[in-house]
């Protein structure tokens, strides 16, 4: 299955420069957001949107035409 991934912050860096943090990846149908990320070797704390949705449940299955946004966590203090 094909999924749509947008990458934002220092994870656009996981793709080529000219792909803008935005890439096409097929993935075996049954895989999972956190099959994802290790698709894309993003840690898995890193933060996600499926479909415009937040989604912590790294076992959650994805379908064809998905979107996931990863985002990196903020810090500061």
Known sequence: M????????AYREKLLPEAHG????ELAA???VGDA??????PPEALCAVNG??????????????????????GGG
């Open 2 to 9: 094909h999924i749509e991934v947008v990458l934002h912050s």
């Open 22 to 25: 935005q890439a096409t990846i």
């Open 30 to 32: 049954g895989s999972t």
């Open 37 to 42: 990320l290790a698709h894309l070797s993003i």
């Open 53 to 74: 949705r937040v989604e912590r449940d790294r076992g959650r299955l994805l379908r064809e035409g998905d979107q996931v946004e990863v985002f990196a966590r903020a």
